[in-house]
Structures are given as structure tokens and as C-alpha cells.
């Protein structure tokens, strides 16, 4: 028996096959298993082309063959156009013929209810057995315009697709389509079109994975509607960091996720939005809020130059539009710097009265009289140290189309860094000029920031790969033996402690003469806490007193914190009180991690203290992380200014901070298959360095639920 060819060669001859057989195809040309046909013939496919259907001889002039058994040779793709009944009969001829790809368009799957997926399952253990790698099933099927393979009924097919640098891959057929005919309005290009449907085995992250190594693709774009397998998209978001190939990402329900139960602040505030936020973040992909968004980014992307800072120099005809891009500019991240003398003086040189040297420079109207004032004018904003990326915006001069497109035309000769148009109201012909030329243009300056907001934070992503030597923290030996459910505070205090934690020191009690001994033991002012399974947030109970220092003080406090525990907890297990030093610092931190089950272990940091739900000043990683994303998760923080020092108090030091974040993410690593929930809240940060004061610490050996 010969051996199957590797999966990634199957999925390679899937996307560019050199021989397509249609089964169930139509010799109505107009119906969905006649349109892929028609495309193929039409557009000028290549290889050859197998219609399969008993009713017909042939169709459109090409032999019809009656059964997938009857086909002259085992074809590298099988577009499978039949009812959903009989899909896995289908499946089953193909893996018998040694055709090892195709795409489903039948529906009457998973989409359809509960016998719908059990159909789904038949379907894709059927698949497995035949040795068939399946695209699908109800799904659009693809376009690889490069190769003029046109396997779909979608009816983007319809118009003119000419081959062009992006990739797109949609879990969404109709809403796909539409973010494709915005493409093609654009004049941008899509080299690849795929819809990936039900995702019974292939899904969005492989088929992308295969079509940016194509080194005509330069810009990925996707759509997505759910994820299931975090580390594959991270995966890809890597492979096309390596590649220098950007990754844009549209997903749908923000904010339908909702608010999980968990037994800690981290996993209460780690909704699946957030974190699929953080770990794009983390991984060097952008977001795009929606279709406009994307297609500004992609446009930005096609042009040929990259950004090397976030320093943007506006020029436009209008002092308002400028102010308005400025602001916009400066909530969003990027900086509008000063100019340096000599380009003032440059521009002063050139420059109207009533016109503006500083940035934004303000050319006037006067430039339709004199277009050098424009020219020289950008020229000189673009060579300013200062400015990374620059934008020119205008509106209307209908009657001077030709003249505008001439200048933008030397302007490209004459500079190296991007600059961006913002043409608002532009005539068409304008607009296809200049892309022709590789220009960028948008129709509204705030969308051209925007895009050049992402091409700044692109070229920023892996500029700083700061390391920590902190080693890489192990699960411990005898873990195992540790049970599932909230740890005592010891044990968690000592594991933690052993990877390099700054815990503060505790010790459990349960009678007054132990308490004070541990007091005396500990030779300082201590808090006081109950200690018990069932009670996680001790303060919600009265179960911490604080800043205990005398004989008396701490007596009393261990027989009131086991009052208050019997009257509002009298089902909890008491196991005693914890007895621990009081720790100093001037901002109090949350950490935590959370086992996600779409991407893993999540690192949290952020402002902390009893209202950190309320406040939720917080933000993620994906573990493990270096030091470049600690710092990174530090910067993105409402209150970061906290850290800096404020109302005479000190600056605290990050960087300490960020080593027990990278500790932590390490350790969290080596702990998924154990730890479900971590919260360390607060953590007090001072001159002194990080002391942690509170820990809940939640094992589950079993898998996280979406």
C-alpha cells in the first residue's frame, strides 16, 4: 500500500490543484454545482477539469463521468456539490480513487441542530477513515486567483478578481464576500479567498498557515466568528512575524462573552474578548473594530514602506482637519512632535503668511496656484528626524486631478518613509491613480490615522526582546498529590515561594497561645486572617484584621476573626488562623492567572485592592512571556502613572515588578494541567520591592469550559 502523502502537501494541493473533479456538477451553468464549472471555464483555469454525474455525458464540451470511480485519474481537488445525505458516500469514493481534497459547498450539518451535528460527526470520521482532508462542509468554498482556481458558487466569483498581496480567510460565507467586493472596489488585489465553513478538519489558522508562506501574499486578513484553538492562531500570528507578513483580524461578540463565575478576581475579569484582545497583542496582530477598518489597514499595508517610529507630520489645506487628526493622533498612541528649527526654516522659506510651519502644517489653498508649496512642503515635513509617517489632507479640486496626481507622483520619487492621503470627497479617477502608484488613500483623516496608527504599531512589535535571566520555574514533585479545589494558604504561600515569589511569611494557628507565639516569632505588627476552605474572599466575611502589635491586640483578634466565621460562615471548615507580618507599599497590584480554554495559561496584572472588579484596570498575557511583554502589560495600565509616583510618594520600581511577572507566567506554564485559578490581590509594591499578602490558589484537573 503506498503511503499518504503528508498533510501539508494535501492541504498545498488543495488550495493549487492542477486537476479539479466536481461531483454532482450541473449543466445548469446558473445553479451552485454548475457555477464552479463556469467560473473555472471562464476565468481560463489550466489543469483539468472532471465533471461527475450520472445524469449528463458531458457538459459545457468536457466529458461527464457517472461515478468518482469511473474519473481517468485521482484529481488533486473534488468540489462535492451533492445533498447532505449523501456527502459521506461521496467521501468515501474519493479516498477510495486516492483524491485526498475537497471542498464541501452541501449544507444540512452542524448548522442545523442536533441531528445536523451527529450527521457532522459521521461525516468527519468518515473523512479520517478515507484519508480525505475536508474544507467545509457548508461553506463558500475558495478562490486562488494566481492560479485562476475558482472552487466556489460565491458571487465575488462573478465580477473581474485580479490576483493581488492579500490573503483572506472568513468563517462567514455572506459577510465574507461582502469584505471581498470591498477589496476589489479598492483595487487592492486578493490573491486567495476562503471560506472556511463548518471547520470539521480544516479551520482558519491551518488554511492560513498554508497561504502566507506563498511569497506573492504579503498582508493576511481574517474574519472570525469563534476559536476554539488558541495555540494554532498564535502559531500563525507567528509564523507571519517571522515572515514580516502583517496578520489583521476581525472578530465578532466583543462583548456577548459575559462575565465567567470563578472563584478568583482574575478569572471573574478574563472574559474571552479580553484575553483574545491581550493575546493579539502579545503575538503582533491588529484588530480591526470592523470591515472599513480592515480594509484601511490592508490599504496601508499594500503600499510598499514601513514605518520605523509613531511620529506623524500632517500637512494639510485645512487648520481644523489638522487639529482634528492631531487630537485623534494622540488618543490613539502615536505622537505629533515638534519640527526641528531647520525644518521650520524650511518651511517658512516656501510658506504663505497666513499659512502654518508647525506641525500640522497648515500649505493652504495656495498650492492649486503654486504646487511646489505642496511638494516642498511635504518633502521637507518628511525629512524631518522627527516625523516617521506623514499625511496630506485635501478635499474636492475636482478640476485639477491631473495636477494633484503629478505631485503626489514626485512626492513618492522624492521620499523614502510612508505617507499616507487623505482625499476627502475625491473624484475616482484620483483615487485610481493614485493606487496604481502604490499610494494609500483614505476618504476621512481620522481613518488615515487610524492606518497609520497600525502601520507604526506593526514596525514597533519585537523591537524590544528584553530578556530577565529568571530561569524557568518547574512543576513541583509532589504535586501530584495535592488536591483539586482551593489550596490552603500554606501550601500555596510555599509553593509559590519556592519559584521566587516575594510572599509575605504566614503561619496557621488555632488557639490564642499559638497565635501570639507566632506573633513574637514574627517580630512585627501582623494581620490576622481566617483560614478556610470555603472562604476565599476573607475581607467580604470581616475575616482580616490588620496592623495587630500587642499581646492583647492579637488575642482578641484571633477570637474575633472565629466569632465572625461562625456567625456568617457556619457551614465553612475552619481550619485556624493565619497569622502573617504586615507587609508595607504604596500601590497595591492584582495578579493572577487563569487557565483559559481557548489559549491557556493568562497572566492578569493590575491595580488592585478591594474594588478591582469595579475598576477593572487590568490587562493579560499569554504564558509564558520575556520581559519586553511584562513592561508592555505595566504601560497598558489606566493608572500607570501610579507606578511613577504621585502626590509626593515614589516611583516604584517596574522592573521588579516585571520579573515577578515573568517568573510567575513561567511557572504558570508548567502548572496548566493542574492549575485552574490563581489571584494574588493585593500584591504591595514600595521603595521596598513587591510583597504578596493574599492568595487563592484554585486546582482543577479537569478541562476549562468555554
Known sequence: ???????????????????????????????????????????????????????????????????????????????????????????????????????????????????????????????????????????????????????????????????????????????????????????LGLGYFINTGNQIDLDFSELMMTVVEDPRIKVAAGYLEGLTDGASLVRLAQRCRELGKPLILTKVGRTSSGVRAAASHTGALAVADTVFDAVLRQYGVLRARNEEQMLDMLEVFCQARSATGNGIGIATQSGGAGVMMADRAEEIGLTVPELQTATKSRLLAIMPSFGSASNPVDVTGQFVAKPELLTESVVALLDDPNVDI??????????????????????????????????????????????????????????????????????????????????????????????????????????????????????????????????????????????????????????????LNDEGAVRDGFRTLMTRAAHTAPDARIAGVIVQEMSRGHVELVVGVQRDPVFGMIVMVGIGGVFVEVLKDVTFRRAPFAANDAFAMLDELRMASLLDGVRGK??????????????????????????????????????????????????????AKS
Open 390 to 547: 506623514g499625511i496630506v489632507w485635501l478635499q474636492l479640486m475636482t478640476d485639477h486631478v491631473d495636477k494633484l496626481v503629478a505631485i503626489f507622483s514626485e512626492l513618492q520619487a522624492r521620499t523614502t518613509k510612508p505617507f499616507l492621503v487623505c482625499w476627502v470627497a475625491a473624484p475616482k479617477e484620483a483615487v485610481v491613480a493614485l493606487r496604481k502608484q502604490g499610494i494609500a488613500v483614505f476618504g476621512a483623516g481620522e481613518r488615515a490615522v487610524e492606518a497609520a496608527a497600525a502601520l507604526a504599531k506593526y514596525s514597533a512589535w519585537g523591537k524590544d526582546d528584553t530578556l530577565l535571566d529568571e530561569g524557568q520555574p518547574t512543576t513541583p514533585a509532589d504535586l501530584v498529590s495535592l488536591p483539586d479545589g482551593a489550596q490552603d494558604t500554606v501550601s500555596a504561600t510555599t509553593m509559590l515561594k519556592a519559584i521566587g515569589m516575594p510572599m509575605a511569611d504566614v503561619v496557621l494557628v488555632d488557639s490564642e497561645d499559638a497565635t501570639v507565639a507566632a506573633w513574637r516569632d514574627l517580630g512585627n505588627p501582623v494581620a490576622l486572617k481566617i483560614e478556610s476552605p470555603d472562604i476565599l474572599h476573607k475581607t467580604e466575611v470581616g475575616g482580616v484584621l490588620l496592623n
Open 650 to 703: 515614589p516611583a516604584v520600581d517596574r522592573r521588579q515588578i516585571a520579573e515577578m511577572l515573568v517568573r510567575l507566567s513561567q511557572w504558570a506554564a508548567a502548572m496548566e494541567p493542574v492549575l485552574a485559578e490563581l489571584d494574588l490581590n493585593p500584591v504591595l509594591v514600595g521603595e521596598e520591592g513587591c510583597s504578596i499578602v493574599d492568595c487563592v490558589m484554585i486546582f482543577s484537573r479537569k478541562p
Open 1 to 187: 500500500m503506498s503511503q499518504l502523502p503528508e498533510r501539508s502537501q494535501i492541504v498545498q494541493r488543495l488550495l493549487s490543484p492542477r486537476s479539479i473533479a466536481i461531483v454532482g456538477a450541473s449543466s445548469d451553468l446558473n445553479k451552485v454545482n454548475g457555477r464552479p464549472l463556469k467560473h473555472l471555464l471562464d476565468k481560463g483555469f489550466a489543469g483539468r477539469i472532471f465533471p461527475v454525474n450520472p445524469k449528463y455525458g458531458e457538459i459545457a464540451g468536457l466529458a461527464c463521468y457517472p461515478s468518482v470511480a469511473d474519473l481517468p485519474q485521482a484529481a488533486d481537488l473534488a468540489i462535492v456539490a451533492v445533498p447532505a445525505r449523501d456527502v459521506p458516500k461521496s467521501i468515501e469514493e474519493l479516498g477510495r480513487k486516492g483524491i485526498r481534497a475537497a471542498v464541501i459547498f452541501s449544507s444540512g450539518f452542524g448548522e442545523m441542530g442536533e441531528a445536523g451535528k451527529a450527521r457532522e460527526s459521521e461525516l468527519a470520521i468518515t473523512a479520517r477513515e478515507a484519508g480525505v482532508v475536508l474544507l467545509g462542509p457548508n461553506c463558500l468554498g475558495f478562490i486562488n486567483a494566481f492560479e485562476n482556481v475558482y472552487a466556489t458558487f460565491s458571487q465575488y466569483a462573478d465580477g473581474a478578481v485580479g490576483a493581488g498581496p492579500i490573503a483572506f480567510v472568513t468563517q462567514s460565507g455572506a459577510f465574507g464576500t461582502a469584505i471581498a467586493a470591498l477589496v476589489r472596489q479598492r483595487g
